[in-house]
């Protein structure tokens, strides 16, 4: 067998190879990320080896660039595995190469790290999958951007409407933001018209009821504001123009996850059943774990999550599990993480795991991350039976890994080691007499 390995770059890789034992095959050759390139890289493959089947590809995680590359070749027959930064990492240390860092040296620790290493064939997802995970990963930054947009808009208002953080519950609200996209500062809002403000409020909003009170409450407060003075025309345009980005932001959000909700039905609906289990932390689960088959089993799935605890024991110490190991996606651990959270408070099942934590002395966020590797079992039993989601089922035990054997199987086997220990010839020793010498 012949391990290559293939440095990944935006524009140009370099590709080396070496051989069981572990001895480079040829020098390394850089190669341009064009069609040509990628067919001058199959050629210097295939004057390795006759067949690509003798062959295995290794290239790094880095980002999006691996993704093209390795589609070309599993077009061309190559099993092609992604490997860790981690195990590349770990190869240069065992070369001593850790003052050495250029393409061709990295080309050839991939190779290595691919040869030593327990490093998996690499599938690439189908459509059904990819597309919603890159709605649900655009659908996160986009939510991210929205909560960085509302902190720039919470600065000017502290300092120069810091009374108005009281009047609203929320403040990004549809009634608040009626407000602030007109006239955000005090001195604009002492200017308008109560039954003005309470008029936007009530269109924006359903408290048609109750928006007089609240246009009152704006005009009390930005009589008596304490709020700074220098600046004010800058701060209400820049709180405006980020009301717009807001705006602009939550409808292409609810573009997305309606987007993610037609595929879900499409793909695999029944995560929907599951406790605390949104469109969104649903699709995001669906698309990062992919085909629940290359799984062996839920412990498997825990572990490729990251949810589960590190193991510290050395001779007689033992840690009893330290922090998560945090391997593998951190799309899927942050959307476990999510859904146990609101798990933990509507069903009942998870809701007294949750409290058993809490009362052994654990922290909410460790009681959380509990009630996320259960769910995390419940996930992968759902996909893998295609069974909707039933409170009164067993999932299993997140700590074990095992199935708790049925009585009936303990009772027989205790009846088969009774009737195999009554028939050996057992010679009763007495231990109260001194051995003779």
Not at 207 to 230: D, E, M, P, T
Not at 240 to 268: H, M, N
Request: aromatic content about 6%; some cysteine; charged content about 25%.
């Amino acid at each position: 067998m012949i391990y290559a390995g293939v440095d990944i770059a935006k524009t140009d890789h370099v590709i080396g190879a070496v051989d069981e034992r572990g001895a480079e095959m040829r020098p390394p050759m850089p190669f341009e990320n064009t069609e040509a390139g990628l067919e001058r890289a199959v050629a210097w493959l295939e004057g390795l080896a006759g067949s690509p089947s003798d062959v295995v590809v290794g290239m790094e995680a880095t980002g999006r660039y691996w993704m093209a590359r390795c589609s070309f070749l599993v077009a061309r027959g190559y099993s092609v595995a992604v490997i860790s930064p981690m195990q590349v990492k770990a190869a240069r240390k065992l070369k001593g190469l850790d003052k050495v860092k250029n393409d061709r040296a990295d080309a050839g620790l991939m190779a290595e790290a691919l040869r030593i290493g327990q490093c998996d064939e690499t599938r690439l997802a189908t459509d059904e999958v990819a597309s919603p995970r890159s709605l649900s990963r655009y659908l996160q930054s986009l939510r991210g951007m929205v909560a960085g947009l509302k902190t720039q808009c919470i600065c000017p208002m502290d300092a120069h409407f810091p009374e108005y953080a009281g009047v609203f519950s929320d403040m990004f609200g549809a009634g608040s933001r009626a407000v602030l996209s007109k006239s955000p500062p005090p001195f604009e809002l002492a200017r308008r018209r109560a039954d003005s403000l309470a008029r936007d409020i009530a269109e924006a909003s359903r408290r048609g009821g109750k928006s007089s009170g609240y246009a009152a409450k704006i005009k009390a407060a930005a009589k008596s504001s304490i709020g700074v003075r220098l600046g004010q025309e800058a701060a209400s345009f820049r709180v405006k123009s980020l009301i717009r980005q807001i705006e602009f932001a939550d409808s292409e959000c609810a573009g997305v996850e309606a987007r993610l909700r037609s595929l879900l039905d499409e793909v695999e609906p029944l995560v929907l059943t599951m406790p605390g289990v949104s469109c969104a932390t649903g699709a995001q689960m669906v698309s990062e774990i992919g085909d629940v088959s290359r799984f062996r089993n839920a412990p498997a799935l825990v572990s490729y999550a990251g949810p589960n605890s590190s193991v510290g024991q050395s001779g007689q110490f033992d840690s009893g599990g330290g922090p998560i190991t945090k391997h593998g996606s951190p799309y899927l651990r942050r959307a476990l993480w999510l859904a146990a959270n609101r798990a933990r408070r509507h069903d009942p099942g998870l809701r007294a795991f949750y409290d058993g934590k809490r009362a052994e002395g654990k922290p909410h966020r460790v009681a959380v991350t509990a009630v996320a590797r259960k769910l995390c079992h419940i996930v992968f039993a759902v996909m893998r039976d295609q069974v909707p989601y039933d409170p009164g089922r067993e999932w299993g035990d997140p700590s074990k890994g095992h199935r708790r054997r049925p009585r009936r199987l303990l009772r027989h086997a205790r009846k088969a080691f009774d009737i195999r220990f009554s028939s050996c010839n057992v010679r009763t020793i007495d231990c109260s007499r001194k051995p003779t010498v």
